[in-house]
């Protein structure tokens, strides 16, 4: 069994030490309002209905019920003091490649035990489901060092999955179920599959969304290394690229340039937020400067 989390023989519990003192600086874009700001609302929840009184706002009034009981009701609304959050992981075989010091389940993994752990500073709620090619954990939404910790040690485990695919869709599908409440949802994930579109789409009608596309070097870039044989780990499909062609590094740059381009525009068509971690990136930095830019946005 791998750990993620734990680098250099840490145990888990120095290096969620290491991650919680770094969570603080994220926590304080929580503190400020900024995750607050991705609500479409105004921070409120609807709880029920009474009797029209004279001095009501009219735009309050519930016509439907209203015209159900022949006379003037309007809605209720309570303050919304808890943020739930919630993370959809990706664990798949693509997630474990990487040309650098750390691949891109490990900069995912890294991420999300951070906006965990910057939820429990800040007394949110948060659950998750991690999956490969098929739905490895899941639990709702709930607050406390128990929950952060419990979440902490799924996302530094795997058993070396040999389920290959990924169930992305069916895991936004779930976390649809899973949530009672509107929430701030984060996905993590490379994208580098199919069926995921409705799915999202659907999830960012009732809930606010974050794509967190991982990304990694080699996507952009390749060395020049000659002749070179490559496998899908998904399919395993074994192709031989010319790596020291000009020609092909400047069509791979190009197609995965729009490509980039075609997942930015289908998340922004939804509704849905799109960032872009690289697996050389810090993501503490990474999703600080997210959350000032949209708080400074909004």
Request: net charge neutral; hydrophobic share 40%; with cysteine.
């Amino acid at each position: 069994m791998q750990h993620f989390l734990a680098v250099n023989r840490e145990s888990l519990s120095k290096r969620a030490s290491m991650l919680r003192i770094a969570s603080v600086k994220l926590a304080d874009c929580l503190k400020a309002g900024t995750f607050r700001s991705l609500y479409r609302g105004q921070g409120i929840e609807f709880s029920g209905v009474r009797e029209y009184l004279r001095g009501d706002d009219v735009r309050a009034i519930d016509w439907n019920v209203t015209a159900r009981m022949g006379k003037p009701f309007v809605k209720l609304f309570e303050e919304e003091h808890e943020l739930q959050i919630f993370l959809v992981v990706d664990s798949s075989f693509s997630m474990f490649t990487g040309y650098g010091n750390k691949s891109r389940y490990e900069t995912a993994a890294e991420a999300a035990a951070l906006i965990a752990m910057a939820a429990e500073v800040n007394a949110s709620s948060v659950g998750a489901v991690i999956f490969d090619g098929k739905i490895r954990f899941s639990c709702s939404p709930e607050s406390g060092r128990n929950r952060t910790m419990l979440l902490l040690t799924r996302l530094d485990e795997t058993d070396g999955h040999e389920c290959a695919g990924s169930v992305l869709g069916s895991a936004l599908t779930g976390a649809g179920k899973l949530l009672k409440k509107r929430s701030l949802v984060f996905v993590l994930s490379d994208f580098r599959c199919t069926g995921w579109i409705e799915p999202l789409a659907a999830l960012s009608q009732k809930h606010d969304v974050v794509a967190v596309r991982i990304t990694d070097l080699m996507d952009n870039e390749l060395a020049e290394m000659g002749t070179v044989p490559f496998v899908d780990s998904e399919t395993k499909k074994r192709l031989v690229l010319p790596t020291s062609s000009s020609l092909f590094r400047n069509a791979w740059r190009t197609d995965n340039r729009q490509h980039m381009d075609r997942w930015q525009e289908d998340c922004r068509r939804h509704g849905v937020l799109p960032l872009l971690i690289a697996t050389d990136d810090d993501p503490v930095r990474s999703l600080s400067n997210f959350f000032i830019h949209r708080g400074q946005n909004v």
